[in-house]
């Protein structure tokens, strides 16, 4: 049974910095690429970032890119997402997935709750 559980999520003010974290069960970890999602209240659920299994590549969504960073340690069955100078725009639940396949669709297989990060101004 496939379990991803991200934690790091929280409140914080325009500016300031966050870190969120996904850790990894029943699956072989370095053999899926992982991506986090986005979803606001009333809006589709949007890319963010995705990097492969083996970590050598990563993508992000233009309105991130430069300020949030993804990664993982696959030894520790964990994807991180840095996130610096937040911005209100950036309230959202957050969610991590994995798949097999490297992309930036929302259509991969597996899924975690989501974690709240809220940016006040």
């Known amino acids: 049974q496939v379990q991803l559980v991200e934690s790091g999520g929280g409140l914080v003010q325009a500016g300031d910095s966050l870190g969120l974290s996904c850790a990894a069960s029943?699956?072989?970890?370095?053999?899926?690429?992982m991506g986090w999602f986005r979803q606001a209240p009333g809006k589709e659920r949007e890319f963010v970032a995705a990097i492969t299994g083996n970590g050598r590549i990563t993508t992000y969504a233009d309105s991130v890119k430069g300020r949030f960073t993804i990664s993982r340690v696959n030894d520790k069955n964990t994807a991180y997402l840095r996130m610096n100078s937040l911005k209100p725009e950036d309230t959202a639940v957050y969610y991590c997935s994995a798949d097999f396949n490297f992309k930036i669709s929302p259509t991969y297989t597996y899924w975690g709750q989501g974690t709240q990060v809220t940016v006040s101004s």
């Open positions: 029943g699956l072989s970890f370095e053999n899926y690429a």
